[in-house]
C-alpha cells in the first residue's frame, strides 16, 4: 500500500521537530519528571509514545528509532499503555481493535459540542519509523471532557472502528473513554503538509486523525452538501464528468477524479446548520459557487460517508474565483434563442414541484427572474407540468407582469404524451410569429423504455425580414432509475443507464426532423433542450454524424457545461444546428445561474433553519441556460397549415358540448375524433362542432386539419361527468361533510354515510383536480365499508397538527389540494359529489360573496342530505358553512 508519508522526503524528522515544549505541572502525577517520546508498542511493527520505564520495560530497546524528548508526566494508567501508532497500525484497521488501552498524545483539535463530533483529536508528537502508521487518534467523549488545544493527555478506553452501514471503511478511535486526565499543556503539533491529487485510493490512511494542512490553492468542486451538512468539495482544479473532460479520455478522466477529492467538513454533525458555514456573506447575498478557491485548508483528517474529510483548526479564507453575471453573455445576432429545464415547474402542488404554495410562489419568482435575464426571443422551457398549458400559462402570466403585457405568448401543445412533466415553448410575439402548427414527435421508437417525454417542433418566422427556422425542444430519458438486471442493455457502463434507449432516441429524433424538414421545405433547425448525455457520449454522437453542429464546441472546452453532478462538472444541456443554420448562428453562451450554486439557496423551505431564499435567478432550478444568436437569411412568406379553436374541457353525459372558435387555413381536409370512437369529417369553413358523450368519462378530443405540408393538430381533454338533476345526485348516497384547507399541510376530507345500512366502499373513488385541470392529479379508489350514518377521514400524508385521527383515517395525496382545486366523489365511474368546478381554475379561491375556501375548514350544512355537482359555477356559501383556518373539532362527527 501506498502512503503519503512516502511521497514526502524526511517527513518523520519533520514532524519529530514540529512541535514546541512549554511544560507545565504535571496533570495526573508520575514517577519521573521526563519521559521518552518513543517506547515500544504491542503490535509488530509499531512504537510510539509512551510514559515512565516502569510502565514499559522495553522503552529503552526502542528509543533508536526516534529521538527522544522531554514530556510531562502521566498517571501510570490502569489499561496497558500503547503508542497511538500501535492503535492505529499499518492497515485500514487496528489490530487491537475491541481492546481496552491507554494512549497518550498532545490534543490538535477539540469538536466536544454536542452538535459537533463529541470528541477531540491527539496526536503522538514524534512520529515513527513507520510510514504506514498514523500518528493521530479521534477521542470520542461524548461527556464532554475539559481539555484544550496543547494539552498532553493520557487517555484509557476501548479501540473501536466506527463506521456506518454505507461505508467502505472505518474511523479508528477510542469510544468513550473511562478515564482522561490531563498531564501537561503548551505543547503544540505542526501539521503535516498534504496535497492533492494522491498517488493512490489509500494515501490518506497514514495520516486518519492527524493535523494535516494543504498548502496548495485547492477548488470549490462540490457545494451540494453545504446547506444540508456544512461540507464543500475541494480539488487540485475542477472536476470534469469523464464524457466531458477538456482532454481526457474517459477512462483517464474517471481514474484521476477519484484521487482528487477531499471534503472540507465543519467539525458538526449537525443537519442543515444554522448559520451555514462558508457561504461569501451573511445575509441572503451569500454563495459559496462551484469554481471558488481556498488555500491553506488546515484541521483534523478523518473518515465518514465514504470520503476523506478535514475538519477545520482554522476558520479558512475562500476567494470568489468564479463570481456570479447578471446576465448571459452576448450572443451577437438579431434574434435570440434559448433553452432552460425548469425542475419541474408544477402549479399542482406536491406533485413533483413546489410542495406549498409558498414554495411556488417563491419557485415561480426565481424563475421569472431567469427567464427576463434571458430575454430570448425564443425560449425552449423543458420539465413543465403536463397539464395542457395551465401551468404554462401561469408563467407566462407572472412573465408578463415583470416584463410588460404581452411580453411573451405560449405555444399550445396540448397534452404531449402521458409523462408527467413535458417539453413547451414561448415566444416575443414582437419579434417572431410562428409559423404552422406545434409538430410533436409520434415515432414509437422514441418512446422506447418510458421515453415518454416527446420532442416538440414549432416553426417561427422573424418578424423583421421573414427568415424562418425550426425549433425543437427536447427531453431525452434520464440517467437514473436504472434497471433492476446489472447485466440489462440499459445499466451503466460509463454513460449513465438507458444510454441504448437515448441512441434509439436520438435516431427517432434524427429522422422525424429529416421528415419536418421534407415536409416543410425548411432546413434550418435548431435542436435545443435537456439531452440527458455529456458532450462526448453516444446520443450526440448520432446527431453529429448527421451533420447537425453540438454547437457548444463552438466554446472554449473549459466553458462547456451545465450541470454538476457528485462534483463533476459537464453538459448535459445542447444546441444543435442544422448544416444550413450553422453560418446563420453568431455565438453561444450558457448562463451559470444553478449549476455552480449551493442547493439550500433554492426556493424550497423544509428544514432550512438558516433560510437564503432570495428572488434571484441564482439556484432557481439545477440546470443552466443554454443561449445562442441568430442571424436568419431573409425568407419568402409560405402559407402553412394552420388550425386553432376552442375546445371545452369539461361536460355532462347526455348533454352536448361544442367546438367554438374553430378556424382552419391552409388546409383541404378537417376531421375531428371525439375520443369515444366517433370521428367526423368536417368543411374547413365550419366555426364549431357539437358533440353528445353517452357516459361520464376523460376523453381525448382531435382535431386534424391536412393540406399539401405538415399537418395541423389541435388536442385536448375533456371530463364529462354524469348526468344530474338540479345539480344534485339522483338519490341519497355518500357526500362530503367536511374538507379542510388549513395551514401547511393540515387539510382532510371527511366522507358521511346518511343511509340506514352499511355501505361497500370498493365502488367509491375520490379525485382531485388541480387548477383548473380536467385530468385528475391524485386517485383514491376506497376500500372496505362504512357503517351507517358513519364518517370515513381522508388525511394528508404530511398532516403537521397534533390533532389525533381516529384509526380508520386514511393517509392519501388525494387532499394535497389548496382552496382553488377541486375534489369529486365517484361512483362506479360517476361523479355523485363535488368540491369546485371542474376545468375551471378560480385564481386562488372558490369565492362566494365573502365567503371564500382558501385557508378555511368547511363544514355541509345541517340540512344537506345527499351530494350536488357543481356546474359551471360553485356558490360555496349555499351547502357548506366556512371556519377558521385549522379548525378540526368537527372531523368525525357528522
Same mark, same amino acid.
Given at each position: 500500500?501506498?502512503?503519503?508519508?512516502?511521497?514526502?522526503?524526511?517527513?518523520?524528522?519533520?514532524?519529530?521537530?514540529?512541535?514546541?515544549?512549554?511544560?507545565?505541572?504535571?496533570?495526573?502525577?508520575?514517577?519521573?519528571?521526563?519521559?521518552?517520546?518513543?517506547?515500544?508498542?504491542?503490535? &509488530?511493527?509499531?512504537?510510539?509514545?509512551?510514559?515512565?520505564?516502569?510502565?514499559?520495560?522495553?522503552?529503552?530497546?526502542? &528509543?533508536? +528509532?526516534?529521538?527522544?524528548?522531554?514530556?510531562?508526566?502521566?498517571?501510570?494508567?490502569?489499561?496497558?499503555?500503547?503508542?497511538?501508532?500501535?492503535?492505529?497500525?499499518?492497515?485500514?484497521?487496528?489490530?487491537?481493535?475491541?481492546?481496552?488501552?491507554?494512549? #497518550?498524545?498532545?490534543?490538535?483539535?477539540?469538536?466536544?459540542?454536542?452538535?459537533?463530533?463529541?470528541?477531540?483529536?491527539?496526536?503522538?508528537?514524534?512520529?515513527?519509523?513507520?510510514?504506514?502508521?498514523?500518528?493521530?487518534?479521534?477521542?470520542?467523549?461524548?461527556?464532554?471532557?475539559?481539555?484544550?488545544?496543547?494539552?498532553?493527555?493520557?487517555?484509557?478506553?476501548?479501540?473501536?472502528?466506527?463506521?456506518?452501514?454505507?461505508?467502505?471503511?472505518?474511523?479508528?478511535?477510542?469510544?468513550?473513554?473511562?478515564?482522561? +486526565?490531563?498531564?501537561?499543556?503548551?505543547?503544540?503539533?505542526?501539521?503535516?503538509?498534504?496535497?492533492?491529487?494522491?498517488?493512490?485510493?489509500?494515501?490518506?490512511?497514514?495520516?486518519?486523525?492527524?493535523?494535516?494542512?494543504?498548502?496548495?490553492?485547492?477548488?470549490?468542486?462540490?457545494?451540494?452538501?453545504?446547506?444540508?451538512?456544512?461540507?464543500?468539495?475541494?480539488?487540485?482544479?475542477?472536476?470534469?464528468?469523464?464524457?466531458?473532460?477538456?482532454?481526457?479520455?474517459?477512462?483517464?478522466?474517471?481514474?484521476?477524479?477519484?484521487?482528487?477529492?477531499?471534503?472540507?467538513?465543519?467539525?458538526?454533525?449537525?443537519?442543515?446548520?444554522?448559520?451555514?458555514?462558508?457561504?461569501?456573506?451573511?445575509?441572503?447575498?451569500?454563495?459559496?459557487?462551484?469554481?471558488?478557491?481556498?488555500?491553506?485548508?488546515?484541521?483534523?483528517?478523518?473518515?465518514?460517508?465514504?470520503?476523506?474529510?478535514?475538519?477545520?483548526?482554522?476558520?479558512?479564507?475562500?476567494?470568489?474565483?468564479?463570481?456570479?453575471?447578471?446576465?448571459?453573455?452576448?450572443?451577437?445576432?438579431?434574434?435570440?434563442?434559448?433553452?432552460? =429545464?425548469?425542475?419541474?415547474?408544477?402549479?399542482?402542488?406536491? +406533485?413533483?414541484?413546489?410542495?406549498?404554495?409558498?414554495?411556488?410562489?417563491?419557485?415561480?419568482?426565481?424563475?421569472?427572474?431567469?427567464?427576463?435575464?434571458?430575454?430570448?426571443?425564443?425560449?425552449?422551457?423543458?420539465?413543465?407540468?403536463?397539464?395542457?398549458?395551465?401551468?404554462?400559462?401561469?408563467?407566462?402570466?407572472?412573465?408578463?407582469? @415583470?416584463?410588460?403585457?404581452?411580453?411573451?405568448?405560449?405555444?399550445?401543445?396540448?397534452?404531449?404524451?402521458?409523462?408527467?412533466?413535458?417539453?413547451?415553448?414561448?415566444?416575443?410575439?414582437?419579434?417572431?410569429?410562428?409559423?404552422?402548427?406545434?409538430?410533436?414527435?409520434?415515432?414509437?421508437?422514441?418512446?422506447?423504455?418510458?421515453?415518454?417525454?416527446?420532442?416538440?417542433?414549432?416553426?417561427?418566422?422573424?418578424?423583421?425580414?421573414?427568415?424562418?427556422?425550426?425549433?425543437?425542444?427536447?427531453?431525452?430519458?434520464?440517467?437514473?432509475?436504472?434497471?433492476?438486471?446489472?447485466?440489462?442493455?440499459?445499466?451503466?457502463?460509463?454513460?449513465?443507464?438507458?444510454?441504448?434507449?437515448?441512441?434509439?432516441?436520438?435516431?427517432?429524433?434524427?429522422?422525424?426532423?429529416?421528415?419536418?424538414?421534407?415536409?416543410?421545405?425548411?432546413?434550418?433547425?435548431?435542436?435545443?433542450?435537456?439531452?440527458?448525455?455529456?458532450?462526448?457520449?453516444?446520443?450526440?454522437?448520432?446527431?453529429?454524424?448527421?451533420?447537425?453542429?453540438?454547437?457548444? #464546441? #463552438?466554446?472554449?472546452?473549459?466553458?462547456?457545461?451545465?450541470?454538476?453532478?457528485?462534483?463533476?462538472?459537464?453538459?448535459?444541456?445542447?444546441?444543435?444546428?442544422?448544416?444550413?443554420?450553422?453560418?446563420?448562428?453568431?455565438?453561444?453562451?450558457?448562463?451559470?445561474?444553478?449549476?455552480?450554486?449551493?442547493?439550500?439557496?433554492?426556493?424550497?423551505?423544509?428544514?432550512?433553519?438558516?433560510?437564503?431564499?432570495?428572488?434571484?435567478?441564482?439556484?432557481?432550478?439545477?440546470?443552466?441556460?443554454?443561449?445562442?444568436?441568430?442571424?436568419?437569411?431573409?425568407?419568402?412568406?409560405?402559407?402553412?397549415?394552420?388550425?386553432?379553436?376552442?375546445?371545452?374541457?369539461?361536460?355532462?353525459?347526455?348533454?352536448?358540448?361544442?367546438?367554438?372558435?374553430?378556424?382552419?387555413?391552409?388546409?383541404?381536409?378537417?376531421?375531428?375524433?371525439?375520443?369515444?370512437?366517433?370521428?367526423? +369529417?368536417?368543411?374547413?369553413?365550419?366555426?364549431?362542432?357539437?358533440?353528445?358523450?353517452?357516459?361520464?368519462?376523460?376523453?381525448?378530443?382531435?382535431?386534424?386539419?391536412?393540406?399539401?405540408?405538415?399537418?395541423? @393538430?389541435?388536442?385536448?381533454?375533456?371530463?364529462?361527468?354524469?348526468?344530474?338533476?338540479?345539480?344534485?345526485?339522483?338519490?341519497?348516497?355518500?357526500?362530503?361533510?367536511?374538507?379542510?384547507?388549513?395551514?401547511? =399541510?393540515?387539510?382532510?376530507?371527511?366522507?358521511?354515510?346518511?343511509?340506514?345500512?352499511?355501505?361497500?366502499?370498493?365502488?367509491?373513488?375520490?379525485?382531485?383536480?388541480?387548477?383548473?385541470?380536467?385530468?385528475?392529479?391524485?386517485?383514491?379508489?376506497?376500500?372496505?365499508?362504512?357503517?351507517?350514518?358513519?364518517?370515513?377521514?381522508?388525511?394528508?400524508?404530511?398532516?403537521?397538527?397534533?390533532?389525533?385521527?381516529?384509526?380508520?383515517?386514511?393517509?392519501?395525496?388525494?387532499?394535497?389540494?389548496?382552496?382553488?382545486?377541486?375534489?369529486?366523489?365517484?361512483?362506479?365511474?360517476?361523479?355523485?359529489?363535488?368540491?369546485?368546478?371542474?376545468?375551471?381554475?378560480?385564481?386562488?379561491?372558490?369565492?362566494?360573496?365573502?365567503?371564500?375556501?382558501?385557508? @378555511?375548514?368547511?363544514?355541509?350544512?345541517?340540512?344537506?342530505?345527499?351530494?350536488?355537482?357543481?356546474?359551471?359555477?360553485?356558490?360555496?356559501?349555499?351547502?357548506?358553512?366556512?371556519?377558521?383556518?385549522?379548525?378540526?373539532?368537527?372531523?368525525?362527527?357528522?
Amino acid at each position: 500500500m501506498v502512503k503519503l508519508k512516502q511521497q514526502y522526503p524526511a517527513l518523520s524528522a519533520m514532524v519529530a521537530g514540529a512541535f514546541a515544549l512549554g511544560l507545565a505541572a504535571c496533570g495526573g502525577g508520575g514517577t519521573s519528571s521526563s519521559e521518552s517520546a518513543v517506547a515500544s508498542g504491542s503490535s &509488530a511493527g509499531s512504537s510510539g509514545a509512551s510514559s515512565s520505564a516502569a510502565a514499559s520495560s522495553a522503552s529503552s530497546t526502542s &528509543a533508536s +528509532s526516534a529521538s527522544s524528548v522531554a514530556l510531562p508526566a502521566c498517571a501510570t494508567p490502569t489499561n496497558p499503555l500503547q503508542a497511538i501508532t500501535a492503535v492505529q497500525g499499518s492497515t485500514d484497521t487496528s489490530p487491537l481493535a475491541g481492546q481496552a488501552v491507554a494512549v #497518550r498524545g498532545v490534543v490538535t483539535a477539540i469538536f466536544q459540542a454536542d452538535t459537533q463530533l463529541k470528541g477531540f483529536f491527539i496526536q503522538q508528537p514524534v512520529a515513527d519509523a513507520d510510514p504506514l502508521t498514523s500518528e493521530g487518534l479521534f477521542i470520542y467523549a461524548p461527556s464532554a471532557a475539559t481539555v484544550a488545544v496543547g494539552d498532553y493527555v493520557q487517555v484509557e478506553g476501548s479501540v473501536l472502528e466506527y463506521k456506518a452501514s454505507s461505508d467502505t471503511r472505518a474511523l479508528t478511535e477510542i469510544s468513550a473513554p473511562t478515564a482522561i +486526565s490531563v498531564c501537561g499543556n503548551g505543547l503544540s503539533i505542526a501539521p503535516v503538509a498534504l496535497s492533492l491529487p494522491l498517488t493512490s485510493a489509500d494515501a490518506m490512511e497514514a495520516y486518519e486523525g492527524m493535523l494535516v494542512k494543504f498548502e496548495q490553492t485547492l477548488t470549490v468542486t462540490d457545494v451540494s452538501d453545504l446547506g444540508h451538512y456544512g461540507s464543500v468539495q475541494l480539488s487540485s482544479g475542477r472536476l470534469w464528468e469523464p464524457y466531458n473532460h477538456p482532454s481526457l479520455s474517459a477512462s483517464a478522466a474517471t481514474s484521476a477524479n477519484a484521487l482528487n477529492r477531499m471534503i472540507l467538513d465543519d467539525g458538526s454533525t449537525k443537519a442543515y446548520p444554522n448559520p451555514i458555514p462558508y457561504l461569501s456573506a451573511s445575509d441572503t447575498s451569500g454563495t459559496r459557487r462551484v469554481g471558488d478557491t481556498v488555500a491553506g485548508v488546515a484541521g483534523a483528517l478523518t473518515w465518514s460517508s465514504n470520503a476523506w474529510r478535514v475538519h477545520p483548526s482554522a476558520a479558512p479564507a475562500f476567494v470568489a474565483s468564479n463570481p456570479r453575471s447578471t446576465a448571459p453573455a452576448s450572443v451577437g445576432g438579431t434574434l435570440k434563442a434559448a433553452h432552460y =429545464n425548469l425542475e419541474n415547474f408544477f402549479t399542482t402542488l406536491g +406533485s413533483r414541484g413546489a410542495v406549498s404554495s409558498g414554495d411556488f410562489t417563491r419557485q415561480r419568482a426565481k424563475l421569472v427572474e431567469a427567464i427576463a435575464g434571458i430575454d430570448a426571443d425564443v425560449l425552449a422551457l423543458i420539465e413543465t407540468q403536463n397539464d395542457a398549458g395551465y401551468s404554462l400559462d401561469n408563467l407566462v402570466t407572472a412573465l408578463n407582469a @415583470k416584463m410588460g403585457a404581452g411580453t411573451y405568448r405560449y405555444i399550445d401543445a396540448g397534452i404531449a404524451g402521458d409523462d408527467e412533466i413535458t417539453s413547451a415553448m414561448i415566444y416575443k410575439p414582437a419579434k417572431v410569429s410562428p409559423v404552422g402548427n406545434v409538430q410533436i414527435i409520434t415515432d414509437t421508437n422514441f418512446a422506447v423504455s418510458g421515453g415518454i417525454r416527446p420532442s416538440i417542433a414549432q416553426r417561427f418566422a422573424a418578424l423583421s425580414n421573414g427568415g424562418m427556422f425550426w425549433m425543437v425542444a427536447n427531453h431525452l430519458k434520464s440517467k437514473g432509475s436504472c434497471p433492476s438486471s446489472s447485466s440489462s442493455v440499459e445499466a451503466d457502463y460509463g454513460q449513465g443507464c438507458w444510454n441504448a434507449s437515448r441512441v434509439t432516441q436520438a435516431k427517432a429524433l434524427r429522422d422525424w426532423v429529416a421528415s419536418l424538414v421534407s415536409s416543410s421545405g425548411e432546413s434550418d433547425v435548431l435542436m435545443m433542450g435537456d439531452f440527458n448525455a455529456y458532450l462526448n457520449e453516444d446520443p450526440l454522437a448520432v446527431l453529429e454524424s448527421a451533420g447537425y453542429e453540438a454547437v457548444l #464546441r #463552438r466554446l472554449p472546452a473549459e466553458q462547456r457545461y451545465s450541470y454538476q453532478f457528485d462534483g463533476t462538472t459537464g453538459a448535459l444541456d445542447h444546441a444543435f444546428a442544422s448544416s444550413s443554420l450553422k453560418a446563420q448562428l453568431s455565438g453561444i453562451s450558457v448562463w451559470h445561474i444553478n449549476s455552480e450554486e449551493p442547493e439550500i439557496i433554492d426556493y424550497t423551505t423544509a428544514s432550512k433553519t438558516d433560510d437564503r431564499y432570495a428572488v434571484s435567478p441564482y439556484r432557481g432550478s439545477d440546470h443552466d441556460p443554454v443561449v445562442v444568436g441568430l442571424t436568419l437569411g431573409a425568407d419568402a412568406a409560405v402559407a402553412a397549415t394552420t388550425l386553432s379553436a376552442s375546445v371545452p374541457s369539461t361536460g355532462t353525459a347526455g348533454t352536448a358540448v361544442s367546438i367554438t372558435n374553430l378556424s382552419a387555413s391552409n388546409g383541404s381536409s378537417l376531421s375531428v375524433s371525439w375520443g369515444d370512437g366517433t370521428t367526423e +369529417s368536417l368543411a374547413t369553413t365550419v366555426t364549431g362542432a357539437s358533440h353528445t358523450y353517452a357516459a361520464a368519462g376523460s376523453y381525448s378530443i382531435t382535431l386534424t386539419l391536412t393540406g399539401s405540408g405538415l399537418p395541423a @393538430k389541435r388536442i385536448s381533454t375533456i371530463k364529462i361527468s354524469a348526468a344530474s338533476t338540479g345539480g344534485t345526485t339522483s338519490g341519497p348516497d355518500l357526500f362530503f361533510s367536511e374538507y379542510i384547507e388549513g395551514t401547511s =399541510n393540515n387539510k382532510a376530507l371527511e366522507i358521511y354515510n346518511p343511509l340506514s345500512s352499511s355501505v361497500d366502499l370498493s365502488a367509491y373513488t375520490v379525485r382531485m383536480y388541480a387548477n383548473g385541470g380536467t385530468t385528475a392529479t391524485n386517485s383514491l379508489t376506497l376500500s372496505g365499508s362504512l357503517a351507517a350514518g358513519g364518517t370515513l377521514i381522508i388525511r394528508h400524508p404530511s398532516f403537521t397538527s397534533t390533532y389525533t385521527f381516529p384509526a380508520s383515517a386514511i393517509s392519501s395525496s388525494v387532499t394535497n389540494f389548496n382552496g382553488d382545486d377541486a375534489v369529486t366523489l365517484e361512483k362506479s365511474g360517476a361523479v355523485i359529489d363535488g368540491i369546485g368546478v371542474l376545468g375551471v381554475d378560480p385564481g386562488v379561491s372558490w369565492t362566494s360573496g365573502s365567503v371564500a375556501t382558501q385557508d @378555511k375548514t368547511l363544514r355541509r350544512k345541517a340540512g344537506v342530505t345527499q351530494g350536488s355537482i357543481p356546474g359551471t359555477s360553485w356558490d360555496v356559501a349555499a351547502e357548506w358553512d366556512v371556519y377558521d383556518v385549522d379548525s378540526f373539532g368537527g372531523l368525525g362527527a357528522r
